[in-house]
């Protein structure tokens, strides 16, 4: 395990190239975003997702103990914004990379901030 000298760290990425399907799915978002927080060692709490429609994206929060992890997509521009925000022993970087595994992107923007 490793200790970090900040309460929390939050990793904001930005996903481009995914395939639309993959940012339509409430459901298997939800169910993405659930299994990343167990990999990084998160307790969850609670999830809601909203789907806007044919076609249009999802906007989905997984609460955590830790904090949280949440996604807003924009499929007909291939795109997701992720926040994940961790703190204690959880690891957002392991959320992060499982969520890479899981949505294909072609390329990931990464912004990494110390909190506390």
């Not at 609670?46 to 076609?55: D, P, Q, T, V």
């Not at 830790?66 to 204690?88: K, N, Q, T, V, Y």
């Amino acid at each position: 395990m490793t200790v970090y000298g900040t309460p929390g760290r939050h990793v904001l990425a930005d996903f481009r190239g995914v395939a639309p399907g993959l940012l339509t799915d409430a459901q298997a978002l939800e169910r993405h975003m659930t299994a990343a927080a167990r990999a990084a060692g998160a307790q969850v709490l609670s999830a809601h997702f909203h789907h806007f429609g044919e076609g249009a994206g999802v906007t989905g929060v997984i609460l955590l103990s830790e904090s949280h992890i949440s996604i807003h997509s924009w499929p007909e521009h291939r795109f997701a914004a992720l926040d994940i925000f961790m703190c204690g022993a959880a690891q957002p970087e392991t959320a992060l990379d499982f969520l890479r595994a899981a949505l294909a992107p072609e390329s990931v923007h990464v912004t990494t901030v110390d909190r506390g």
